[in-house]
């Protein structure tokens, strides 16, 4: 059973920082990409940032851009965010997002439970 657990949300003041975890877990083929979204209530996901197996190439929002890091541990299928200068619209629930192939050989779309990062003005 492949899954993605999120940690390292929390509360923090603005201009604060936070890391964000993900590690992947079961019997993973491979991993195309591996991403961040965040949803507030009444609005849809929105892609956060995201980083490419390959080449290790990444693309960030850009209301995000400048103050968030994406990066991975390929070796142990994790998935990081470090989120600098923060503003209470950041403020959202923040899921681990993958693409990667199972025990099955197929390729699906694998997401997180969540973590909530609440900033405060």
């Known amino acids: 059973q492949v899954q993605l657990v999120e940690s390292g949300g929390g509360l923090v003041q603005a201009g604060g920082s936070l890391r964000l975890s993900c590690a992947a877990s079961?019997?993973?083929?491979?991993?195309?990409?591996m991403s961040w979204y965040r949803q507030t209530p009444g609005k849809q996901r929105e892609l956060v940032a995201t980083?490419?197996?390959?080449?290790?190439?990444?693309n960030y929002a850009d209301s995000v851009k400048g103050r968030f890091t994406i990066s991975r541990d390929n070796a142990q299928n994790t998935v990081d965010l470090q989120m600098s200068g923060l503003k209470p619209e950041d403020t959202a629930v923040y899921y681990c997002?993958?693409?990667?192939?199972?025990?099955?050989?197929?390729?699906?779309?694998?997401w997180g439970q969540g973590t909530q990062v609440t900033v405060s003005p």
């Open positions: 997002n993958a693409y990667m192939k199972s025990f099955t050989q197929r390729w699906h779309e694998y």
């Open positions: 980083i490419y197996t390959s080449d290790g190439s990444t």
């Open positions: 079961g019997t993973i083929f491979g991993i195309s990409w």
